[in-house]
Each structure stands twice: as C-alpha cells, then as structure tokens.
C-alpha cells in the first residue's frame, strides 16, 4: 500500500518548511513560528503534501478595462475574432483540405504584418519555397513575414521564445511532434500535448498563437476535442469546392460573439472580402420560380437574407429520397411531419431535394418556416412573390414562434428590395416604412393564405 503524506511543519513568518517541530526557525530566526499543517491530499505516495502560494482573489464586481485588440485591416476577418485579434490568446482554425484556410491565415498574417506586428508563419505540411510562391501569386511578398518550416515543437518554441513575435501562425497542429511523447506525429497524444505546449507559451509570453487543425469526413476537427477547450477560440473554414464562397465561422470565441460569420470570395489573386453577402448569397437569383423561399436570418450580429430551393418530384423507390445541403436533416424531417399530421399534406412517395443557395449552412430554427414555404410551393408548383421574404419557428404543434431580431431581418431585406416579409404573430415588430409585415399564427393559416387549401 502507498504511504500517505504525513504532516509538514512551516513557519508562519517565512513559510519555510521544516520536517519537524522546532522551537526557532532555522531560516529566518522567528520563534515559536513553527506549525504543523495537514497536507493537502489523502491520495497515495504521489499526493500534493506541499503546500503552495496563495491565489489572489477578487469579488465579481471587479471591473477591468477590456482586453486591447490589434485590427488586420481585413474587416470580415476582424468582425468573426470579435474586434480584432487579442494579445496571449489563442485560436483554432479548422477546415476541409484544399478549402483555402492557408491561403487565408497568410493573407491575414501579411495584414497584421503590415499593421506593424511582428509575424511568424510556421509551415509544417509545406516547404518555405511553396509558401513563398503562395505569396507572390498573392501579391504578399512586400510583407514582412517571418517565414520557417519545421515540425519540431522544440525548435519551434525556441524560435518563437527569441523572436518574441505579436502573432505566430502554426500550421497545421497535426504535424507537430514533441521528443518527449513517444507517438507518432498527427496522433492523439502529440496533437494533445503540442497544443499544450503552444497554448501555455502564448499565455505565458503574451503571443497569439493560430493553430490550424484538420477535420474529419464529419467535419469536426481531427484529434482530440479536449484542443478545442484549450483554445481561446475554434473557427470553422467552411465552403462548397463548386461554389467560390467562403464562410470563416466562429463556434467558440471567449472575446467576442459565437456563431459570427466573416464572407470571402475565392479569386484568382486569394480570398476577397465580401461586405454585403445578403446581396452576393442572391446576386444569382433570377425571376420568381417555384420552389424558391428567401430566409432572412442572423448569423452572429449580423442579418444575411439566403435563398431555400426545394425540389419535390415523384418517386419510383420504396423509400423515398430526403436529400439536404446546407441544412439540419433532422429539422427537415421534422417540418415534413409537421405539413403532413397538422396541415394533411402528404410527402409520401415524393423525393424532396432541399439546398441553400451559394453554398451557406443555415442552422437557425428560425429557417423553419422559410423550408416549409420552398417545400410546399415546389409541391404544388406554385411560385412565392418575388419580393417575399419568410422567417419563422415551427413547433410540433404547427404554432409559429416568434425569433429574435426581427426589426435587424426586416431592415436587411428592405435594404435589398424587399416589400412584404412572412412573420409570426407574436413578433414584436415596430413600424418600418415600405414593409408590409403579415403575421401568421400557425402553420395551417399560412398554407391556407399563401397556397390556398392545399
């Protein structure tokens, strides 16, 4: 059995630790100083039996000036890490391969550079000469950008411990490996403890550090989660390889809103930046036709009106095709169940195709009734007026809910030459000029106005 901690004596006046009882201390002289104290664990020989320093506390109405942030200059880039990079912090960026995440992460490094941080690119999967190349095509090779390409996080955090530079970008964290872990390079035990040891070199020296990390055919970050709790930040490179739009999403961010969007176009000369998606994500929107329903939603802070084609047609197999892009799937399912026990409109023996314009991913509940509009106007091939814009929960009940940031969704649309929107009835909307506004209860009464009985 493990011997457990015994007792330790220590001086009140110095704190110097003694293993017995004495009645003066042998460093510092103090008398009658000198007191036991119970350790601090009763686990085994391995136990914490020393006692350390005491934490400085305060109380929760401490006020403190907020953290200093440094702008790149690339807006859509700033508004997803919340107002701009923050010093010590740390950040995962994640992506499909080939998506454009280096592209991206030099474009912006090249930006802090030029705002006068000092910048180190690390490349682990690429030799120096194709990131310099990289830069040429991009018109980067004016910045000053400190260039390596290692794998050794030895190495590594000695350059960056004497270079001490403002931002160092690390990619990707699969190729990483540290002498002391015996795996191999990309392995859950290396990704764990490289992260680790890059993640407490930026709090302890005051860098920021990106990190780049793959991701799986689920599309969630390769390795272990326990990476994306040590960050400060997760952003998700996300994009469809036949669309040239980008969404750089933020799901974790401790400086600023989750769930903000920054919008790129894919160029011949890199990523550009898109100020209004709203109107690119419907730039490719022709004449009203059916099937076709505009959701104006919130991502993050800011409204971005998408386009939600559906397609219906019958179906010879016995299990009819229920395919989504860009969607939740299980929200769809839903929303047909919905139509058919609420409403009495069938989708059995129909295949339904669903897909959001432009390559964007809508998670927001508030979609619901924007689907249930696209469905039902391609099954009865009847086209939504083009000036319409929807937004609405669905419960089980066929009730619409109301959702937040109504008067942010109708300004958006009105500004891209919208004149009526589809609301729920308890949406607490104030008056806007040149928007007609028609509230729905439930779903019933929507189906009954907009499509007749159905």
């Known amino acids: 059995?493990?011997?457990?901690?015994?007792?330790?004596?220590?001086?009140?006046?110095?704190?110097?630790?003694?293993?017995?009882?004495?009645?003066?201390?042998?460093?510092?002289?103090?008398?009658?100083?000198?007191?036991?104290?119970?350790p601090l664990s009763a686990g085994g020989a391995k136990a914490l039996s020393q006692r350390g320093r005491t934490i400085p506390l305060t109380d929760l109405a401490t006020e403190e000036d907020p953290?200093?942030?440094?702008?790149?200059g690339m807006d859509e880039f700033d508004r997803v890490l919340g107002g701009g990079l923050v010093p010590a912090s740390a950040i995962l960026v994640g992506g499909d391969p080939g998506?454009?995440?280096?592209?991206?992460?030099?474009?912006?490094?090249?930006?802090?550079?030029?705002?006068?941080?000092?910048?180190?690119?690390?490349?682990?999967?690429?030799?120096?000469?194709?990131?310099?190349?990289?830069a040429q095509r991009l018109g980067l090779s004016d910045a000053p950008v400190g260039l390596g390409a290692e794998t050794n996080l030895r190495d590594i955090l000695t350059t960056l411990d004497a270079e001490r530079p403002g931002l160092a970008v690390i990619d990707s964290i699969q190729t990483m490996w540290a002498d002391t872990v015996e795996a191999a390079p990309?392995?859950?035990?290396?990704?764990?403890?490289?992260?680790?040891?890059?993640?407490?070199?930026?709090?302890?020296?005051?860098?920021?550090?990106?990190?780049v990390g793959h991701v799986t055919k689920d599309g969630q970050i390769a390795g272990p989660r326990v990476v994306e709790h040590m960050v400060d930040t997760v952003l998700y490179f996300e994009g469809e390889r036949g669309h040239q739009f980008r969404i750089l999403r933020a799901v974790k961010n401790r400086f600023g809103p989750a769930d903000e969007i920054g919008v790129f176009e894919m160029t011949g000369g890199g990523l550009a930046q898109v100020a209004n998606p709203s109107a690119l994500f419907l730039s490719e929107r022709g004449q009203a036709q059916p099937g076709s329903a505009v959701f104006a939603g919130i991502e993050g802070t800011r409204p971005v009106l998408t386009e939600v084609q559906a397609l219906v047609a019958p179906s010879t197999l016995a299990s009819p095709r229920r395919t989504v892009v860009g969607l939740d799937s299980g929200r769809v399912s839903t929303i047909l169940a919905v139509l058919e026990a609420r409403c009495g409109i069938p989708f059995?023996?129909?295949?339904?195709?669903?897909?959001?314009?432009?390559?964007?991913?809508?998670?927001?509940?508030?979609?619901?009734?924007?689907?249930?509009?696209?469905?039902?106007s391609a099954r009865e091939d009847v086209a939504l007026p083009p000036d319409m814009a929807i937004f609405g929960e669905i419960s089980l009940s066929g009730a619409l809910r109301p959702v937040g940031q109504a008067e942010n969704r109708l300004k958006e649309a009105q500004k891209l030459g919208f004149s009526q929107t589809i609301a729920p009835e308890r949406t607490k909307i104030e008056g806007i000029d040149g928007m007609q506004v028609r509230k729905m209860s439930d779903l019933t009464a929507f189906v009954g106005e907009i499509f007749g009985a159905g």
């Open 99 to 134: 998506i454009g995440k280096s592209t991206l992460l030099l474009q912006a490094t090249a930006s802090f550079a030029r705002n006068g941080v000092k910048c180190l690119y690390i490349s682990g999967e690429e030799a120096a000469a194709q990131v310099r190349m990289r």
């Open 348 to 376: 059995t023996g129909l295949d339904v195709f669903l897909n959001v314009a432009g390559g964007m991913r809508v998670n927001e509940p508030a979609a619901d009734l924007a689907i249930a509009a696209a469905l039902l």
């Open 186 to 211: 990309g392995s859950v035990s290396q990704v764990r403890a490289a992260a680790h040891e890059l993640v407490t070199f930026a709090k302890r020296r005051g860098v920021a550090i990106i990190l």
């Open 1 to 38: 059995m493990a011997k457990a901690p015994s007792s330790t004596f220590t001086c009140t006046a110095c704190g110097a630790v003694h293993k017995k009882w004495a009645g003066r201390c042998e460093a510092c002289g103090a008398w009658n100083s000198i007191t036991e104290e119970a």
């Open 67 to 72: 953290p200093p942030r440094v702008r790149c």
